[in-house]
């Protein structure tokens, strides 16, 4: 199995920046697709970014597109996201997920393992 535990979260003005890890343990960091989710109160779980496992093929939600980027450093086990010109809109708990599949990454089910959450809040 895999662990996952997010850090970084906190609160940030609108269009500052915040880099969120999430630190992976158990298995082969390398051997899973990673991606990033977050949810807002009443809303339903969404999908960020993913980073697909060796090839490192990357795929981001379009209301963050040019705006984040996740990265992944295997040999320290940790997955990024860097979060620039953040908006109000953006204020969530995030999540960071692991899979063993590579296909449909911005689909929640396709996930097997969960990290706790981190807040983000961005104030405008």
């Known amino acids: 199995q895999v662990q996952l535990v997010e850090s970084g979260g906190g609160l940030v003005q609108a269009g500052g920046s915040l880099r969120l890890s999430c630190a992976a343990s158990g298995r082969t960091f390398s051997s899973y697709t990673m991606g990033w989710f977050r949810q807002a109160p009443g809303k339903e779980r969404e999908f960020v970014a993913g980073?697909?496992?060796?090839?490192?093929?990357?795929r981001y939600a379009d209301s963050v597109k040019g705006r984040f980027a996740i990265s992944r450093a295997d040999a320290k086990s940790t997955l990024y996201l860097q979060m620039n010109s953040l908006k109000p809109e953006d204020t969530a708990v995030y999540y960071c997920?692991?899979?063993?599949?590579?296909?449909?990454?911005?689909?929640?089910?396709?996930?097997?393992?969960w990290g706790q959450g981190t807040q983000v809040t961005v104030s405008s």
């Open positions: 980073i697909t496992k060796i090839a490192g093929n990357t």
């Open positions: 997920a692991a899979s063993a599949k590579v296909a449909y990454i911005n689909v929640p089910d396709r996930y097997d393992y």
